[in-house]
């Protein structure tokens, strides 16, 4: 199982929980991080989908 550290958008305190006991949004700390995978996630399936409809 994976433990994901999360941050609290509102208290900025770090949990493993999705929601803060602020009652605050837990994200990633680091969402930066996901945006260039999304990127190349994103055209390999579009090339994948290409591929498939020759
Ligand atoms: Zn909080």
């Known amino acids: ?3 994901e550290i999360l ?3 509102i208290c900025k305190k ?3 929980e999705k929601f803060c ?3 605050g ?3 990633s700390p ?3 991080k996901f945006s260039p995978e999304d ?3 994103y055209y390999r ?3 994948k989908k290409k591929s498939q409809n020759l």
């Open 1 to 3: 199982m994976t433990e």
């Open 7 to 9: 941050q609290c958008e």
């Open 14 to 16: 770090y949990t493993l």
């Open 21 to 23: 006991e602020c009652s």
């Open 25 to 27: 949004k837990c994200l």
């Open 30 to 32: 680091k969402p930066a």
């Open 39 to 41: 990127k190349y996630g």
């Open 45 to 47: 399936l579009s090339y």
